[in-house]
Structure formats: C-alpha cells, structure tokens
C-alpha cells in the first residue's frame, strides 16, 4: 500500500549536503580571487609639524602675533659731569702760641668750595640687558686755602720749635721765634675710581613702560678712593736777610676693597626721573704722611746728628665709607639725558693733615708716626649728561 521511501530520502540528503559544500568552496574562491583583485596600498606618509619658532610665528596664527620682542636698545652708555663740592675738616692745631689774643690754626686755611669732574662709561649685557659693568672717575683739586697773621714788633713764637736743627747752617729758632709773620695754606685732593657689576630687576630706568614708574638696580664692584690733605706753614723771620722758613704735612689715605649698592629710579613726570645711588663700603686704608722742614731755597734743614728734616711715616688700617648720590634725570630723548643733584660722602678712620700737626722737632722719632682715627664728609653738586649709543 505505502511505497518505501527511504532510499530516495537519502539520496535527497546527500545531493543537498553536496550543493551546499560547493557553493561554500565556490563563495570562498570568489573570496580570494577579489582580494587578489584589490590595489597595493603603500605605507603612510610620515607626519610633520614645523618648529613653532622657525618662521615668523606658530602655523595657523595671524602674522602679527609673534613670539615677545627682545629690548632693542642701546648698550653703551657715557656721560661727563662738573663738579663743586667741599669737605669737612677737624679742629685744626696751633701754629703759633696765643699773642695779644690771637692765634693762627691750622683749620684757619678752610676747605672752600672746589671743581671737579665725574666721568663714567659701561656696557650692558645679555638678550634681556639686566647685567651692565660701569667704571667711573671723579675728583677734586686744590680744596682750601690761606690764612695769615703778622706781628709788629716781631713777637710770633712758632708751634712747633726746633732745637737743635739748622737750616744752611742757622739755627731753626732764627724763624721760630720772635717771628714777624705766618702764612698757612692748604691743598687737598679727593679721587675716586670704581668698577661695578650692575643687575636690573626690571626694566632699564631710561625705558620704562607705561604701566611701571619704579626701577631698582643693584651694584656691587670695587673702589679706590684717596683723600690728600697737604698743609705749608711759612714763618718770616724778624732779621731780614732771611728768607722765610716752611714746614710742610702731607698725609694721604689710599682705600680700597669691595663695595655694595643700590640704584632707584622714580619716573615721577614724564622722561623725569628722580635717582638715588646709595654705596657703602669697607677696606684697608694704606695711610702716608710726610713732614719736611726748610727755607725757601730749597735748602733742607737738618738735625743734629746730619740727617734731613724729612721724615715718611706709614700705617695700615680698616676705614669705611658711605655715598649718597641723590639727583634729577631729564631724558631728553632715547639716547641722551641731562642730570643734576648732590652727592654726600662719609668717610671714617682716617688720618689727616691737621691730626699730624708736630708739637716739637728735635729728633727723626719726633715727626715719626701717624694719628688715625679722624672722619670727614665730602659734599657738593653736580651736572652733565649721559650718552647711550
């Protein structure tokens, strides 16, 4: 009734199986024949970004906007000042002993007022010019002055006396005593050298932006700084066939060693500035001093045992010294300024002419030695200019 079907179910099976077995193989190979098919592709290109600060300014950034701009200004700077300034001098000692009420010292021959010059030239450095080196010069020339007392009949007895001591064979006391006249005159001289290292916080004090009216620098270097006092007393003697006799004192400080300080700038009014230069410093002082007796000639005069009245004395010492310079500034244009202003300088531990001052010379160890220990304020104003180029 019913036909067996089960032989013709397996073929079905196998036929289907064997279909799809083939159109996988058949997919496949299509698979791999397209890839075949497919264009080489080769390697990436390597990639590149310009150094930002090679050109004018970072890719992609309008041209105006650049990397800050470095000062372009000058870096050499020089400028000359006049000077008139004076210096304090000690009580003075006697040269003659009182007569009628009157007496000559040697503080009679006053320090006036005297010129000068300060000189200075330097250099900034670095792309930012926070760093300069500046050397400067300035002095004072023939500080003082005279002063004179005579006496009529001759009565002046001379400080200091000199027994023993002859000049061309006469004795020291035909001047000494019973003079007709004195005269003491002074001749002092003041210089300073100095070389500094300068640092600038901010911005140079010539080119200060809009937003800053301050500018703060400090120094630091070495200084050489001599004060010269050399005092002439000249004693006319009452015989007239005399020329007149001269004792002369010359002391000399020479300080020298390291140095520190500051510059402020205060930008108070347009391209006017107010400066404040405030140094200090400690050194040694190699102190001389030298006193010399004879006529007016030229003749020496000499102790009893031959040897001249010219003795040189030496001491070495610690001396300080403190300068204020405090001025007014007109920059007039970039490059060139007009300045006035005073300067103060104390100086301290020193010896000075008037301090060596002989109460008697009878021997080489009376002249021989020097008194330290005295101060005096060098003080007056000044005006120039400065160059930068």
Excluded at 175 to 204: K, M, T
Excluded at 216 to 228: D, T
């Amino acid at each position: 009734m019913f036909a067996d079907t089960r032989p013709t179910a397996a073929v079905s099976s196998r036929a289907v199986i064997r279909f799809v077995v083939a159109g996988a193989v058949a997919s496949l190979a299509g698979l791999l024949h397209a890839q075949e098919a497919l264009p080489t592709v080769g390697e990436p290109p390597p990639m590149y970004v310009a150094e930002p600060f090679a050109g004018p300014g970072l890719a992609g950034m309008p041209g105006s906007v650049v990397p800050e701009m470095l000062p372009d200004w000058p870096r050499w700077f020089a400028g000359a000042s006049g000077l008139v300034m004076t210096r304090t001098l000690s009580s003075g000692a006697a040269t003659m002993e009182p007569l009628d009420g009157r007496q000559l010292f040697t503080s009679d021959a006053s320090a006036t007022w005297s010129g000068g010059v300060d000189l200075h030239v330097g250099r900034w450095f670095g792309p930012r010019q926070h760093h300069a080196v500046e050397l400067i010069y300035w002095g004072l020339y023939n500080v003082g002055s005279s002063a004179s007392l005579t006496a009529d009949p001759p009565a002046i007895m001379a400080i200091p006396q000199a027994p023993g001591v002859t000049v061309s064979g006469t004795s020291a006391g035909a001047w000494l005593q019973d003079a007709s006249g004195q005269w003491i005159s002074r001749s002092d001289v003041v210089n300073d050298i100095e070389i500094n290292w300068i640092y600038s916080l901010w911005e140079r004090p010539e080119f200060l932006p809009r937003d800053r009216s301050v500018s703060l620098m400090w120094l630091a270097g070495f200084r050489f700084f001599q004060v010269g006092d050399t005092l002439t007393l000249a004693t006319a003697s009452s015989l007239p066939d005399l020329d007149s006799l001269q004792l002369g004192v010359a002391t000399n400080n020479n300080i020298y060693g390291a140095q520190v300080g500051a510059k402020f700038d205060w930008m108070f009014m347009p391209r006017v500035r107010l400066a404040i230069v405030p140094k200090f410093m400690i050194g040694g002082n190699a102190i001389t001093n030298t006193t010399s007796l004879g006529d007016q000639s030229g003749a020496d005069a000499v102790f009893a045992g031959g040897d001249p009245v010219n003795v040189h004395s030496t001491l070495g010492v610690f001396s300080w010294l403190g300068s204020v310079d405090t001025g007014v500034a007109w920059d007039i244009t970039d490059r060139w300024s007009l300045s006035i202003g005073y300067r103060v300088v104390g100086v301290g531990n020193i010896a000075q002419a008037d301090g060596q001052w002989p109460s008697v010379i009878d021997s080489p160890g009376s002249l021989e030695g020097i008194d330290a220990g005295s101060s005096t304020i060098v003080h007056g104003g000044f005006a120039g200019f400065e160059s930068r180029y």
